[in-house]
């Protein structure tokens, strides 16, 4: 939670930095690819977080990694990150940048949880069809879990609505052992 609060005051900042400079899906982009090269491999992670190795050494080796193919703000913040001694935000910080920047695009997230691949055409029917529903525009991630069975459960922040078979099965469990007792 501590890690939350504080990764969400890294990211207002380089919001409003990114916003100022009009370039908010950029540095958005740039933070996603940063965080990618550096928690997609576990000696890169290991090197970036670790405490040992020094704050100008890892401030060197990022510019040589990141100079010039990322934009100033989100290299400027990684490496604010380093002096600062709080590599370990870096994930949380890119997830905390996205909510707020969808939040100033007036979008959601949405996510749709299905046991196989839920093509385009009927994601983007469930998309609009919620969006109609509850007057809001969403931005929608799909996962699989084999597990539902069928059918698709969809999470919209606290929200869930399980349309899953799996999910129908709970309930008529519930329902049957729980009218029993």
Known sequence: ?????????????VFTLAADAGAVEAVGK????????I???AAVKGYFTSPV???GDKEKTMLGAF???VGEIALHTLL??????????????????AKIARGARG??????????EIPANE?????????????????????????????VRIAMGDRVIDGSVAGRLEELTRTLFGAGN
């Open 67 to 69: 100079s010039g193919k």
């Open 39 to 41: 928690e997609g491999e």
């Open 53 to 55: 190795v020094a704050r």
């Open 1 to 13: 939670m501590a890690n939350e609060t504080l990764a969400r005051r890294y990211a207002t900042a």
């Open 107 to 116: 979008v959601e997230l949405l996510t749709v949880t299905s046991a196989r």
């Open 123 to 151: 994601l983007q029917a469930i998309v609009d069809r919620l969006e109609r529903a509850y007057g809001k525009k969403f931005e929608a991630s799909v996962e699989l879990d084999p597990a539902l069975i069928g059918g």
């Open 80 to 97: 604010l990150l380093v002096r600062k001694r709080r590599e370990a935000l870096l994930p949380e910080l890119v997830t905390e940048y």
């Open 30 to 37: 740039d933070l996603g690819i940063i965080a990618g090269a």
